[in-house]
């Protein structure tokens, strides 16, 4: 070859290397920048002038379905009109419709000239004003659900590339979750606001009455010196007499107290849930008194629309009804504020140690192997030592969604100095463990305590700081072992290692191969003559080479499963049965496991 030639082509592939690395760098740099945005218009505004400059096209626009199904600009960068950004239209129509019933790219080289989209004259007009021609859209997904479109456009003919489409489909999934993080923002932002008027309706119920004023500074006191539930069940006990419960929202009780000096009978849980649901209706307080003479109060804890609770009092009934009476009353609905704040604010502390705890958890995933300063940084912060993190968990369960489970892990994990969340839709935890063996079954053991049904743990062991290969290894075991019947089990991969070609991807081929080698011949046969001898042959080993009990299984006559055993004889050769018969149970059973989803 030519040395010129040559020398040019090791310059373009040069150039290509050097230009893939400036945008990977670009999408990188791109990406933390995004993680750093609140507001949701700054977020959207952000993203399209990044994709804007990434790809390098005339114009970019982002739109988003809003709560009337259509498509709609929220932002553009490079457009000439103002106007564009009033572009809207139907979710199934255009370059978007494609993009969003398939949630993949979607591109044409000439929009007005495409024949196979529908056209919106409104859209039209516009898209002429901008000289639109090329168009390439990308969907924008969060968990699963796409809620819009990312588009860049060209005002000349021309055909996007694979490289162009992998670049803006990278960026946009980065994009896809600085979205939902601006929007989990705003709502945290909601929250807030609702629990800053809360407070202000708790401080205006201070100075009601003078008789309940020294209650309410000390359940104020109990407030500002971080105190939980049961010591504000504890001091309305002491103070108004009897006995008070905090229930949940079913009436389930979560913390009973008694007064020292005038405790009283509590009654039943079932009294108690229907004296909660009365109270729910009204949304004030009720009194129901029972034939033992005991009145029991019930005042609702909510908070806006949401349901948190109920408050019960219990305490003998007086004959006189007086001032003091309705005081109490008064007093034990302001006391639900107290709660409900206490309640709310014990869950945004939580929700928010559990998004942190989840999206560091994602970072090191994403980013395995190895691990940034930032992230170690990070994690440091949490006072968790990530080089430490040596045991990746998965936990499935058929009675409980992976969110759920995602959301016990939490409680786990800071337990044990861990990090949790959900990964990919798999309720995922990382430990640090000197026993592998023994921490993972003390979470199955926690997990099925609290969760109170079958859960499967699968863990395993971290290499290199290579998380992602370790969740990987676990998520297949765990569906390995749901597959052969382990429905309530914790364990390691190493106690499954009889399965290991399955659920361990490096060594899919040593799978292929030790099933080509046995039931080659078989697979193929059924391939070319669409048989079922393979199935076939399955069911005569699960029900023990009976041959009535397989046929009634395969719903056939014995005759017919007969002849096709003795095709499986011609094809495995007739000692089918006596020498190979360990091995071909064993490949069989890999072989229906390897089809197995994770």
């Not at 000197?434 to 079958?454: I, K, N, S, W, Y």
């Not at 290894?473 to 429905?487: K, N, Q």
Request: glycine share 8%; hydrophobic share 45%; proline share 3%.
């Amino acid at each position: 070859m030519d040395g010129t030639v040559a020398g040019d082509l090791d310059g373009e592939a040069e150039h290509s290397l050097v230009r893939r690395q400036r945008e990977l760098a670009s999408l990188y740099a791109t990406a933390r920048s995004l993680t750093a945005l609140g507001e949701l218009d700054d977020v959207l505004q952000s993203i399209v002038r990044n994709a804007h400059d990434l790809i390098g096209t005339d114009f970019t626009y982002l739109s988003l379905i809003g709560a009337d199904g259509r498509l709609s600009a929220r932002a553009s960068e490079g457009t000439i009109s103002a106007s564009f950004l009033a572009a809207s239209v139907p979710a199934e129509i255009g370059v978007g419709g494609k993009v969003l019933a398939s949630q993949s790219p979607y591109w044409v080289r000439n929009y007005f000239a495409a024949p196979l989209i529908d056209h919106d004259p409104d859209f039209d007009r516009l898209a002429a004003t901008e000289a639109l021609v090329a168009l390439l859209g990308v969907p924008l997904v969060i968990r699963g659900e796409a809620v819009g479109a990312l588009f860049v456009a060209d005002r000349a003919e021309r055909s996007f590339h694979a490289d162009e489409i992998a670049l803006l489909s990278a960026f946009a999934d980065h994009a896809a979750v600085a979205l939902d993080n601006a929007r989990l923002y705003e709502e945290s932002r909601t929250a807030l606001q609702e629990l800053r008027i809360a407070y202000r309706k708790i401080e205006e119920h201070m100075a009601v009455v003078e008789r309940a004023q020294a209650i309410h500074e000390a359940l104020t006191g109990v407030v500002l010196a971080g105190g939980t539930p049961g010591d504000v069940t504890q001091l309305l006990a002491d103070r108004l007499g009897g006995s008070v419960t905090f229930l949940d929202r079913a009436g389930a009780a979560l913390v009973s107290r008694d007064s020292a000096s005038s405790p009283c009978r509590t009654p039943s849980e079932i009294d108690l849930a229907d004296a909660v649901r009365n109270a729910h209706r009204p949304g004030r307080c009720t009194t129901t008194v029972d034939a033992a003479g005991v009145a029991c109060s019930v005042a609702s804890i909510q908070a806006g629309d949401g349901d948190l609770g109920a408050l019960a009092w219990s305490r003998e009934a007086v004959a006189d009804h007086d001032a003091s009476h309705d005081i109490d009353l008064r007093t034990l609905e302001w006391a639900t504020h107290i709660l409900g704040l206490l309640v709310l604010k014990e869950r945004a502390v939580a929700e928010a140690g559990e998004r942190l705890s989840g999206e560091l958890l994602t970072e090191l995933m994403l980013g395995s192997p190895g691990i940034s300063p930032a992230q170690r940084a990070r994690t440091r912060a949490r006072n968790i030592d990530s080089d430490r993190l040596d045991l990746v968990l998965v936990a499935d369960s058929s009675t409980v969604s992976s969110t759920e489970l995602a959301r016990h892990l939490h409680d786990i994990a800071r337990d044990r100095s861990g990090l949790a969340g959900e990964h990919l839709g798999r309720a995922t935890m990382i430990l640090h463990s000197a026993d592998d063996d023994q921490a993972v079954g003390e979470v199955h053991h926690r997990l099925r305590r609290t969760v109170g049904g079958p859960v499967v743990v699968a863990g395993e062991r971290v290499v290199d700081h290579d998380w992602s290969r370790a969740f990987s290894l676990a998520g297949r075991c765990a569906a390995v072992m749901r597959a052969i019947g382990h429905t309530d089990l914790g364990a390691t991969t190493g106690r499954y290692a009889l399965y290991a070609m399955i659920f361990d991807t490096g060594r899919v081929h040593e799978l292929d191969r030790f099933i080509s080698d046995s039931l080659g011949p078989l697979l193929d046969y059924d391939r070319r003559r669409g048989t079922d001898l393979v199935d076939t042959l399955g069911a005569y080993y699960d029900h023990r080479a009976n041959v009535a009990a397989t046929a009634r299984a395969l719903h056939v006559h014995v005759n017919t499963l007969l002849k096709r055993l003795d095709r499986v004889g011609d094809i495995l050769g007739p000692n089918w049965r006596h020498e190979n018969d360990l091995e071909l149970r064993l490949v069989l059973r890999l072989h229906r496991l390897s089809a197995i989803e994770p």
